[in-house]
Protein backbone atom coordinates (compact mmCIF):
# COMPACT_ATOMS: atom_id res chain seq x y z
CA UNK A 1 0.00 0.00 0.00
CA UNK A 2 1.29 3.40 -0.74
CA UNK A 3 2.24 6.17 1.78
CA UNK A 4 -0.62 8.53 3.13
CA UNK A 5 -1.24 12.15 0.76
CA UNK A 6 0.26 14.85 2.65
CA UNK A 7 -2.48 17.23 0.56
CA UNK A 8 -5.74 17.21 -1.24
CA UNK A 9 -5.56 15.49 -4.09
CA UNK A 10 -5.80 17.79 -7.40
CA UNK A 11 -9.55 17.70 -9.06
CA UNK A 12 -8.50 15.96 -11.86
CA UNK A 13 -6.46 13.18 -10.51
CA UNK A 14 -9.62 12.38 -7.66
CA UNK A 15 -11.54 12.05 -10.92
CA UNK A 16 -9.19 9.20 -12.34
CA UNK A 17 -8.69 7.78 -9.28
CA UNK A 18 -12.23 7.23 -8.66
CA UNK A 19 -12.89 6.54 -12.05
CA UNK A 20 -10.21 3.53 -11.82
CA UNK A 21 -11.34 2.54 -8.29
CA UNK A 22 -15.34 2.48 -9.68
CA UNK A 23 -13.79 0.13 -13.14
CA UNK A 24 -12.03 -2.24 -10.23
CA UNK A 25 -8.78 -1.52 -11.51
CA UNK A 26 -5.75 -1.41 -9.74
CA UNK A 27 -2.81 1.41 -10.83
CA UNK A 28 -1.20 -1.65 -12.39
CA UNK A 29 -3.90 -3.13 -14.16
CA UNK A 30 -5.15 0.43 -15.63
CA UNK A 31 -1.46 0.72 -16.39
CA UNK A 32 -1.03 -2.08 -18.20
CA UNK A 33 -4.57 -2.02 -20.32
CA UNK A 34 -3.50 1.71 -21.69
CA UNK A 35 0.19 0.66 -22.32
CA UNK A 36 1.88 2.81 -19.83
CA UNK A 37 3.59 2.65 -16.31
CA UNK A 38 1.97 2.35 -13.22
CA UNK A 39 3.89 5.39 -11.94
CA UNK A 40 2.04 7.39 -14.71
CA UNK A 41 -1.33 6.40 -13.65
CA UNK A 42 0.20 7.25 -10.16
CA UNK A 43 1.74 10.48 -11.26
CA UNK A 44 -1.74 11.72 -13.37
CA UNK A 45 -3.74 10.75 -10.09
CA UNK A 46 -1.57 12.85 -8.04
CA UNK A 47 -0.32 16.10 -9.70
CA UNK A 48 -2.44 18.79 -11.12
CA UNK A 49 -0.58 18.24 -14.69
CA UNK A 50 -3.06 15.96 -17.04
CA UNK A 51 -2.52 12.91 -19.17
CA UNK A 52 -0.98 13.37 -22.33
CA UNK A 53 -3.76 14.05 -25.16
CA UNK A 54 -2.59 10.61 -26.86
CA UNK A 55 -3.53 8.49 -23.30
CA UNK A 56 -6.97 9.93 -22.82
CA UNK A 57 -8.93 7.95 -25.23
CA UNK A 58 -6.79 4.61 -24.38
CA UNK A 59 -7.89 5.84 -20.76
CA UNK A 60 -11.54 6.28 -21.96
CA UNK A 61 -11.67 3.19 -23.34
CA UNK A 62 -10.26 0.88 -20.76
CA UNK A 63 -12.50 2.68 -17.63
CA UNK A 64 -15.49 2.73 -20.10
CA UNK A 65 -16.49 6.25 -20.26
CA UNK A 66 -16.90 9.18 -22.88
Not at 10 to 29: H, I, W, Y
Request: charged fraction near 25%; avoid cysteine.
Amino acid sequence: MGRPLTKPRPKQGARLSTMRRRAGLSQAELAQAIGETQQNIAFWELSSKPPRSDVLPKLAKALDVS
